[in-house]
């Protein structure tokens, strides 16, 4: 039921909110990677429909996305994997510069004030605001994501452990987004679905409690990105997880040392760009 109410919910934000985003024919699919410091962001385009999965942890998504959006400022959908700073505090910008269709984030605890704050900036921007879980599925021109995580038979109050993981599928890509999980979750995700992808946004910016042997396995990417700050005082990517990613994908991308790149699916291959 809840699947079927979000699927009604963003159809009718389509056809009434967006209709932009439906009149355009352009077959273009991509995968923003931003260099955002030390978070995560990044934009999925599919034609003319953008969703936009975190904002890092300040202004630096901003200037990120006007390289990457040279016009028509508008995001159809942002997506929130996890209410921590260095994913949602660059979010604020994105909903004071940007027109916004929807906001989707899971259900988790938290008592951050400076989340709360953000919360009410985007109601106060009259953007809608829904929660999402394992299950949930999002149409968009051809292509789907499915929601594989959080479960709502989870207990697990930690955050990141409650990150939104999202699967892209269509235009002959698969791109596996997953927050800040940790190995716990990589193992249940793994068990219960098939997380074969050709992208792989690495979790939690490549700590040693992510990416495990056989998570790595099972994705097999073609290309890991790591989202990442230079020198920044986590440490991350760890070198036990950067040997892991090194071994089991078939190229590993840092935003540290690469900047924002873009991901475009080519017959039989993908094309990496540097976003300028």
Known sequence: MRSRLLIFLLLFFNLTVWPRAITKSSPVVSFDFLSVG?????????????????????????????????????????????????HFVGLGEVVRNYEVGILLLPHTKTNSL?????????KREGIPVLTIGEGDKIFINGARIDVLSPSPSEEENDPNARS??????????RVLFTGDIGLKEE?????????????????HHGSSGSSSESFLREVSPVISVIE???????????????????FFSGKALRTDKNGSIRV?????????????
């Not at 999965?53 to 508008?74: C, M, W």
Request: aromatic residues 6%.
């Open 38 to 86: 030390q978070g995560d962001s990044e934009l999925i385009s599919v034609r003319d429909i953008r969703i936009l999965i975190d904002g890092g942890p300040d202004g630096s998504a901003i200037r990120e996305l006007n390289k990457a959006i040279k016009r028509d400022k508008y995001i159809d959908i942002l997506i929130l994997s996890h209410p921590h700073t260095d």
């Open 114 to 122: 400076s989340f709360s704050d953000f919360i009410d900036n985007v």
């Open 164 to 173: 939104i993981v999202a699967l892209f599928s269509g235009n002959g890509a």
């Open 187 to 203: 193992k249940r995700i793994s068990e219960e679905h098939s997380i074969k992808a050709d992208v792989l946004k690495v979790a």
């Open 228 to 246: 990442v700050g230079k020198n920044n005082r986590y440490g991350f990517p760890s070198s036990e997880a950067l040997e892991r990613i090194d």
């Open 264 to 276: 475009i699916p080519r017959e039989n291959s993908f094309e990496v760009i540097k976003l300028e």
